[in-house]
């Protein structure tokens, strides 16, 4: 049964108990009117006081009984129910709890929380971005994959973020203060092919739901409250790390050429303690105090850490996704540069605490833009574009782990689960 979470308010239900909304359009059907615009209360007090009184007013939800008036669309996606009150067909689902419409396409697939978390400065809407630009092409391709942007809100955005930076050359955080924001998710449609072993051919869609929380917010009582369903809803987190807020790093890099140094902000460490704190105590924490939710620690910004690693280091290419699978040595190669790396920073005080609080985990880098802006106009991408390196590791092991990407290699080692299929491939091409 398709499981659906709502991306506003985080309730959790089955696909087929979610009510309908009139659509109050005209139909004919038995002579009847269409419903009027009723106040909606539940969703007017999820929204909060800021929502002007007329938008208030909604077509009627009401939910479907089952069986009768429900019924599949001839393509097979989405269902459709008739209006009770006015007979009037409408496909709009919505949230139980808190009365959202769900784009159309939304409730066909099961749904995938993947909070991003990371400082304020860390630039995660660019990287949001430049990950769904290489989803759509380099890394697409390789896996099969496709992705589209659900509903004309995430539409809208993701068109603009991609003009600012692949056409303007502008980071998008820079032109638009909330680009990314809390209250309005990303929401994609992520379609793989299903393994032909398993059930013929034809597509696995996955909802996937990007929020962007800044991570100094974590400590307080206030954005608690706020973040509390989104964080216990996540199925993975993507926590980006700046490493230019480490002292250590700043101490380490010849610092000529590049762009100002950002201010240093909360500690890394402070956000990851923080973090676990807020899911352990909702209910993500095993017997024994470590959380199991799989997080994806990203060291971003590598590209400036060049100075500090071994020309052949694995954090300086890409991973080669040309066998159409992960490669799992090549994921442990890279967690272990990170480690080394991590273990040699400010006292190894951000490697010790995440070991002591995540079970599963593993640590990656990569860069957006894979070089940094240009000095005299920080707000700008690099004069040749986004060239990222690594960006799409952190998602592809979560999705991994859920066994919706085929893996190879390197059973063993950190985070490491095996999938139903590993082994059914003859190991990828990479030389690592
Ligand atoms: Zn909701
Ligand atoms: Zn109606």
Excluded at 75 to 102: I, K, L
Excluded at 185 to 198: D, F, G, T
């Amino acid at each position: 049964m398709t499981s659906v979470v709502c991306p506003y308010c985080f309730d959790r239900s089955p696909a087929a108990r979610l009510p309908y909304r009139c659509q109050m359009s005209p139909t004919g059907v038995r002579g009847a009117r269409p419903c009027n615009a009723e106040l909606d209360t539940v969703w007017a007090d999820f929204m909060g006081p800021t929502v002007p009184p007329a938008l208030k007013m909604r077509g009627p939800v009401f939910t479907a009984p089952r069986g009768l008036s429900r019924r599949l669309a001839p393509s097979g996606g989405g269902s459709r129910a008739d209006c009770p009150a006015c007979g009037g067909s409408t496909p709009v689902r919505v949230c139980r709890r808190c009365h959202s419409d769900f784009p159309s396409d939304y409730c066909d697939q099961d749904t995938r929380i993947i909070a991003l978390l990371g400082p304020k400065a860390s630039g995660k809407s660019t990287y949001v971005s430049v990950l769904l630009n290489e989803l759509r092409g380099r890394v697409g391709r390789a896996y099969g994959a496709s992705v589209t942007a659900m509903g004309g809100e995430t539409q809208r955005r993701d068109r603009e973020l991609a003009e600012d930076l692949y056409d303007r050359l502008r980071l998008p955080g820079a032109t638009r203060p909330a680009a990314l924001g809390f209250n309005d998710p990303l929401l994609y449609r992520l379609s793989l092919p299903l393994r032909r072993r398993l059930r013929g051919d034809g597509s696995r869609h996955t909802a996937l739901v990007f929020f962007d929380a800044a991570g100094e917010d974590l400590g307080s009582a206030e954005a608690m409250d706020r973040y509390t369903h989104y964080l216990a809803a996540a199925d993975g987190i993507i926590l980006l790390v700046d490493p230019l807020q480490m002292r250590a790093v700043r101490d380490r890099l010849p610092l000529d050429d590049g762009p100002p140094l950002p201010v240093i902000e909360t500690p890394p460490q402070q956000i990851a303690a923080d973090l676990a704190a807020q899911l352990r105590a909702h209910g993500r924490g095993s017997s024994r105090g470590r959380v199991t939710t799989p997080v994806a620690v990203a060291v971003t910004k590598t590209d400036s850490l060049a100075p500090l690693l071994e020309p052949h280091s694995p954090l300086l290419r890409n991973a080669d996704h040309s066998a159409g699978a992960l490669d799992e040595e090549d994921r442990l190669t890279v967690h272990e540069e990170m480690r080394a790396l991590l273990d040699g920073w400010d006292s190894g005080a951000l490697l010790r605490q995440l070991e002591r609080d995540f079970a599963q985990l593993s640590l990656f880098g990569l860069s957006a833009l894979g070089s940094a802006p240009p000095a005299d106009a920080p707000a700008d991408a690099p004069k040749s574009g986004p060239r990222p390196l690594r960006v799409e590791d952190p998602l592809l092991w979560l999705l991994g782990l859920d066994g919706l990407l085929p893996r190879t290699g390197g059973a063993a080692g950190a985070g490491a689960r095996t999938g139903p299929d590993t082994g059914a491939r003859t190991g990828s091409e990479g030389n690592s």
